[in-house]
């Protein structure tokens, strides 16, 4: 079972990014995943401006990125809060794979986590991110977490440095993985 | 009393950019205001990247633009709905903006319009909409109106065809503009 | 497979319940389910307050409804939309089910439909309605219906008139049942 | 100026009575307020149903609290999280009071606040409150406040334990006062 991991920001110190490879680090750890990481810097796409399509097309780099999520069998996402909802650098890359005559996204399981430097670990996020996902066909898990206070959490080796915090996040990758495990 | 209007889109033919002209000509011919329209393509920003905001701030097109929201006295804005929500160019503007040291938008009062080729009118994408400027301290007003069919909507003047749908928004604005008018 | 239906209105002549109840006439039609139709106005419960609570526990009639869920297998449940959202009367049974020591929704598959005597369908009540549910584990369903006009949408036999609109909750309905079918 | 407080929950001890209270308490010492607590106890309604409303009409504790509302220039309201969003309380109290002929809250000027048990303070819910209110043409002040922990906030008074939690609610108070000043 392939498992594709993403963070919604470009920052290459962003603590989504860390989240969401601790995240993939505890998933290769449990083994028997076929675990990636895809970079959105990596794929660089224009702010969706429909002259833009209607002269070149889809972006070349969204084509790349929806290959990784079709040949992907579940979706790990973690997510800034930027404003209280979904930052408009993933919502501009949703925007654009829905573009794709097939969207490769659809029909996907998604865990969305979130990362955030305040108090309340990015849950306002959480809930505005779920919906372009789910308006596309997307299944996202019920089970969701949020990371506050995320500036510090993670020691030098960008472990958790929390136990009960890492704990939390194992139980919902073990719930996450064994409700999708049937449909592999 | 100025007022800036844009819409929450790049595309040169949008239908958002006609439907908030033509509540900007009918403010006009209420007479009163000083009514501006600002086109997002005029100001290019990248997807918002932390990095990019450490080694060069924010973008002089941001910066721009939060001149013009801050000489306003009151904002009107029609935004799409891309998969059920915010337009990602929309938020990504609202990102950026939100960096500023004093945000121009905090304070404003701001009506928000929707137009979408469907039948629902964009109406997810308004409350999504409302959120992030919420956030950031703007009075959104509870009204909005969202226009189904844009695609049909309008003539080739690119006024609205039906006398209904016209009387809607001209409705919607009167209630805007008194609204606010004690406090200009 | 058991299959719960069940309308979040108590009105005897709900468009809601008669919506609900031609989704679980389609589905019986299919053969190999077992439908049941739950009323809300035969499980009576006060408005939540934790005084009764702490009384006399949770009432008799929630724990009634709890048990058809529990034994259900999946759900399919119409919303009305009240003010923009999810009906008071609806999340007082949400919030009334979600006091039981075991949530006998938690991990259910489940299935929004909407009906509204509008244009617009009940969209943001249906949007509204995922999130109570989506906190206490349910899985629902990505693909959502909302039947506008509604109050003309149903013939003698209390069957929606139009084919098109028809078709279009059997494809739903199709959909569903064969992404939990692999759970059964 | 006269202010309608109150909380949308029924428990006695309910901690956002506790802070609405306070909040009225703290708007009492400013001086120059005609401050008026509603307790919903006092105006117990059934769960919406259309056959209650076509049999007696909306019930007349829905009447009374539509007069206090009515005779209010503001209101401030602090409402509970339950599953995430609205508890159906709150939402139902709106639900009744939307079936008025005039409904008394449309075009009221309101300060959400929230208080819950949780680390997140009831966000979740203050952000679903809005929306009904909103539909309803309320002016839903931007700037709200969530209380996190709030069975320990208190002290014996029925005060603000923390000096810093206190100080974050009167300056909220005097944004909104000073907000709705000019139009009283």
């Given at each position: 079972m392939k498992i594709l991991f993403f963070a919604g920001a470009l920052r290459a110190?962003?603590?989504?990014?860390?989240?969401?490879?601790?995240?993939m680090r505890l998933v290769e750890t449990k083994g028997?995943?076929?675990?990636?990481?895809?970079d959105l810097k990596d794929y660089p796409m224009p702010p969706y401006d429909g002259d833009i399509e209607a002269a070149s097309g889809v972006p070349?780099?969204?084509m790349k990125l929806g290959e990784k999520i079709r040949a992907a069998d579940a979706l790990i996402v973690s997510t800034p809060e930027y404003n209280g909802s979904i930052p408009g650098v993933l919502k501009n890359v949703i925007d654009w794979l829905s573009r794709e005559k097939s969207v490769s996204l659809t029909g996907k399981p998604?865990?969305?986590?979130?990362?955030?430097p305040g108090a309340l670990?990015?849950?306002?996020?959480?809930w505005h991110t779920r919906v372009p996902f789910e308006v596309l066909g997307v299944h996202v898990f019920p089970g969701m977490m949020g990371l506050?206070?995320?500036?510090?959490?993670f020691d030098e080796k960008l472990h958790l440095?929390?136990?009960?915090?890492?704990?939390?996040?194992?139980?919902?990758?073990?719930?996450?993985?064994?409700?999708?495990?049937?449909?592999?």
């Open positions: 110190d962003s603590c989504n990014k860390k989240f969401v490879r601790e995240a028997g995943y076929q675990a990636e990481f895809a070349e780099t969204t998604l865990l969305l986590l979130a990362a955030s670990g990015g849950v306002r996020s959480l506050p206070n995320a500036y510090n959490a440095k929390e136990e009960k915090t890492a704990q939390q996040l194992q139980k919902l990758l073990d719930q996450f993985l064994s409700h999708i495990a049937p449909k592999a």
